[in-house]
């Protein structure tokens, strides 16, 4: 895939922030490789805003793939521990692992806006069976078409962004890739196998991708974790200049840009490789003028 991809734009005028969203990047990151996800903001907006906002409210740290289905999904977003390196046991008396909290149950938007299917390489908002209207938190990547699947039951399910680079291995086509090969006894677990099929929790985790080869029960250490963070775009005022700082993306051309007209007329202010940390840029023209920013990349 070649182009632009926007993502962010930041507005600042005399000195003041203001923020608004232009098709966010998602980045996951995965220890098989990242993920780096444009959202569709602007045609999901309810799902794109009730996702970013679990994000920045910090509700997916330390959380970690619960459920991997070879060739249809990988599904995340569940459950989260502060115990990511220990050697304890995953299993009962499940004193560290926890679901993750949210805001509520969001109005399915698969209907609203443009048609998305359920196609390889996008995201969805996961839910319960038989209620259309009951995704919260958890989200999956499907690994396949799942479009005559998923796109008609329930109410469809909600795709509200796609995968547009994959860093995991190549030989295995990245993360995506990597999720339809592992097997039971190869990187999938069944805790069923060591703690019933009475307990509750135990009965989640049933596809459990785990970071090893061989059946025998999962550590904490070994869960398949995910970091997500945004490509967000940050204005600070330091001796009467402004900066902009953002989480770059590593091997792209990241471009900032702004605009002191709107309809915008976007001017270059810097052009830079990205690192995947985050880089910042004086703008040392800027007063008290108007100014839009946004930073683009280059996929």
């Not at 550590?219 to 490509?231: A, K, Q």
Request: aromatic share 14%.
């Amino acid at each position: 895939m070649s182009g632009f991809r926007n993502f962010w734009l930041t507005a600042v005028f005399a000195g003041a922030l203001q923020l608004a969203q232009a098709g966010t990047l998602a980045q996951f990151r995965t220890i098989a490789g990242d993920l780096e996800v444009e959202l569709y903001d602007q045609e999901k907006p309810g799902t794109t805003a009730n996702f970013k906002r679990l994000v920045q409210s910090g509700a997916y740290q330390s959380t970690f793939f619960h459920r991997v289905a070879p060739g249809f999904v990988a599904q995340g977003g569940g459950f989260y521990n502060d115990f990511a390196g220990g050697t304890n046991w995953f299993g009962p008396p499940w004193q560290f692992v926890a679901p993750v909290p949210h805001f509520g149950q969001i109005t399915n938007e698969f209907n609203l806006g443009p048609f998305l299917s359920n196609t390889n390489g996008t995201i969805a908002m996961a839910k319960v069976g038989d209620n259309p209207n009951s995704a919260t938190c958890e989200w999956f990547f499907n690994l396949g078409n799942n479009a005559t699947n998923l796109d008609n039951q329930n109410g469809g399910f909600t795709v509200f962004g796609r995968v547009v680079r994959d860093t995991g291995p190549t030989n295995t086509g990245g993360v995506v890739g990597y999720f339809n090969l592992i097997r039971y006894g190869n990187a999938l677990v069944n805790l069923q196998w060591w703690y019933g099929t009475n307990d509750p929790l135990a009965s989640l985790f049933k596809t459990l991708p785990v970071n090893y080869v061989g059946s025998i029960p999962p550590r904490y250490v070994d869960l398949f974790y995910v970091d997500i963070s945004l490509l967000t775009v940050r204005i600070t005022l330091t001796n009467n200049q402004r900066e902009v700082s953002w989480n770059s993306v590593n091997g792209k051309t990241n471009l900032v840009e702004f605009t002191t007209v709107t309809p915008p007329a976007w001017q270059t202010l810097v052009a830079t490789n990205g690192n995947g940390h985050r880089l910042a840029v004086p703008d040392p023209s800027a007063t008290n003028d108007f100014r839009f920013y946004r930073v683009r990349v280059i996929y």
